[in-house]
């Protein structure tokens, strides 16, 4: 099994920063990329957002709304992807969820697997 545990959320002001942490663990053979969606309030799950994701080659990509805000990163040594939220707006209040594209031990596919969420609130 593979477990995505998340951390970092909370509640900040317009204009600040949060910095969200999440750790992959368990039966891991390969991981291929690790990201962030979010769901905003109202919203039905699925679709999430997706906010940014990482390859394992340091490849990058970005949603148009937070492109020059947030900053995706990873350790990959221990399967851990953070994401730096700059210059938020109440329009960034979401549960976050992360996930990684991980192929398990004794299996040839891979599969996304989505952690449990960090709630952000930004607001004054």
């Known amino acids: 099994q593979v477990h995505l545990v998340e951390s970092g959320g909370g509640l900040v002001q317009p204009g600040g920063s949060l910095r969200l942490s999440c750790a992959a663990s368990?039966?891991?053979?390969?991981?291929?990329?690790m990201g962030w969606g979010r769901q905003a309030p109202g919203q039905r799950a699925p679709p999430r957002e997706l906010?940014?994701?990482?390859?394992?080659?340091?490849?990058?990509n970005y949603a148009d709304s937070v492109k020059g805000r947030f900053t995706i990163s990873t350790d990959n040594a221990n399967n851990t992807v953070y994401l730096q939220m700059n210059s938020l707006k109440p329009e960034d209040t979401a549960v976050y969820y992360c996930?990684?594209?991980?192929?398990?031990?004794?299996?040839?596919?891979?599969?996304?697997?989505w952690g449990q969420g960090t709630q952000v609130t930004v607001s004054s």
């Open positions: 996930y990684a594209d991980i192929q398990p031990y004794s299996d040839y596919s891979r599969y996304d697997y």
């Open positions: 368990g039966s891991i053979f390969a991981t291929y990329a």
């Open positions: 906010v940014a994701r990482i390859t394992s080659g340091g490849h990058t």
